[in-house]
């Protein structure tokens, strides 16, 4: 009878292991409302969990701490999901609009659009989303963006404002950007203020 309850008892250890191994996961760091424009959706200090998809209305701006050392600036007319918030890997999918971000954390955040990951690592950077033309503007404003296409090892550092053109195949180009001009100035002033109240 031990020589049948040995092999089971291994065995049934060996699952529960492996079960153990596949639904552990490092924790989770918390992601909370930090400012709004208006509190019609949004409040200030709402919790915001993994999968969630954060979509801001006309006039509405967020700022979102994510853990201790990151900021997320989220314009007017933007949806985003936050798709990973553990401490060692932190997603966002972007899915149309205008974000930015600003981190100071060691592990970078990574910002993926419909063809792209886009890292960014202990600097400052604003994404835009232009779903409707298939195009994504980065926009580096403290160090580099490191990008890659989808499906593809190469990496190319961004460290000026680039236009990618998600279609197949993919295409780069660089453009010039001015934050404190155009229409949404006002977004970006805001989200300085923001900064500089934590």
Known sequence: MIKNITPALFFSITALFLVWQRFSMEPQITVYITGTTTEATYKVGDLIKRG??????????LSVQIGD????GIAEN??????????????????????IINT?????????????????????????NYDFLEKVHILPIINSVQTNT????????IPEGMEIK????????TI???????????F?????????QN
């Open 104 to 128: 100071e954390d060691d592990v970078p955040i990574v910002v993926e659009t419909n063809f792209t990951e886009n890292l960014l690592h202990k600097g400052r950077a604003s994404f835009v």
């Open 69 to 72: 050392k990151t900021i997320l």
């Open 52 to 61: 969630q998809i954060i979509e801001t209305k006309d006039n509405e701006l």
């Open 166 to 173: 998600e279609t197949d195949p993919v295409m780069y180009k």
């Open 78 to 99: 933007t949806r985003i999901e936050i798709h990973k918030i553990l401490t060692n890997d932190k997603i966002i999918k972007f899915t149309k609009g205008r974000i």
């Open 188 to 196: 970006y002033e805001w989200f300085n203020a923001m900064i500089d």
């Open 150 to 157: 989808k499906g593809s090892n190469e990496y190319i550092l």
């Open 176 to 186: 010039e950007y001015n934050l404190n001009t155009g229409k949404h100035a006002w």
